[in-house]
């Protein structure tokens, strides 16, 4: 079976610019996951969908970031406009249920560097 | 609101040697406990998970975790490390109701030196 599978896998663009990653998770799972990963603030979650319905967007840093999941095998994290510090690994997680059963299944990640 | 706390950040240990990586949190009700692995350039993979009933669980690749209510501790053990376990370990932590909202510590970077 295929995994979550995110694209692009590394992007690097020009401060202001727009930024689109996309995810799609693993077939049947109904809850996806954004979380952002850099070397000084660890794994945070931005936020995170259950039947496709944004339930928590609390950790999204501001209006800049914005995140879709228009059906139950697609979704977008977007960043616009892009800024330095907006460099990290973002990475998608899909799961089954809304029971904290845990196992969130991740992508391999999409390496964001803005310049 | 929940937290985890990795003391350690870097460990290294020798190939064959047992390991222990150390985990707090900080909530008032029993909380679901979690260690996963992250290898370089992956995300992040499950070893093993707490829920209830037995303290002691075990995981994949030989790895076991021992919940210790009274220490608010959910430390990962292995007895015999090998050198393909070199990898980041997170722990997490969620509670009922949460969803699968999931709370992950700072990281334990392991080094296995040959």
């Known amino acids: 079976d295929a995994g979550v599978i995110q694209s692009p896998r590394h992007e690097v663009t020009e401060m202001g610019q727009e930024v689109t990653l996309r995810c799609k998770p693993i077939?049947?799972?109904?809850?996806l996951f954004w979380y952002r990963q850099t070397m000084m603030r660890g794994l945070e979650l931005l936020i995170y969908?259950?039947?496709?319905?944004?339930?928590?967007d609390s950790g999204m840093p501001e209006d800049r970031f914005s995140a879709k999941m228009p059906n139950a095998s697609f979704s977008t994290l977007k960043i616009q406009p892009s800024e330095p510090r907006d460099s990290a690994v973002y990475f998608c997680?899909?799961?089954?249920?809304?029971?904290?059963?845990?196992?969130?299944?991740f992508g391999e990640g999409s390496r964001l560097t803005v310049l | 609101a929940q937290s985890v706390t990795q003391p350690d950040i870097h460990i290294t240990v020798s190939e064959g040697a047992s390991l222990e990586l150390r985990c707090n949190y900080s909530?008032?009700?029993?909380?679901?406990l979690f260690w996963y692995v992250q290898s370089p350039g992956q995300g992040l993979q499950l070893l093993l998970k707490?829920?209830?009933?037995?303290?002691l669980v075990q995981g994949i690749k030989g790895f076991e975790a021992e919940f210790k209510r009274s220490q608010s501790s959910f430390n990962l053990r292995k007895p015999s490390v090998h050198w393909s376990d070199a990898a980041e370990y997170f722990c997490?932590?969620?509670?009922?109701?949460?969803?699968?909202?999931?709370?992950f510590g700072t990281g334990t970077q392991l080094k296995v030196e040959l």
């Open positions: 909530y008032g009700a029993t909380p679901y």
């Open positions: 997680a899909s799961s089954l249920g809304v029971a904290a059963t845990g196992e969130l299944f």
């Open positions: 969908f259950n039947n496709n319905v944004p339930i928590d």
């Open positions: 077939s049947g799972h109904n809850s």
């Open positions: 997490a932590v969620s509670f009922t109701g949460g969803g699968n909202k999931l709370t």
């Open positions: 707490y829920f209830s009933g037995d303290t």
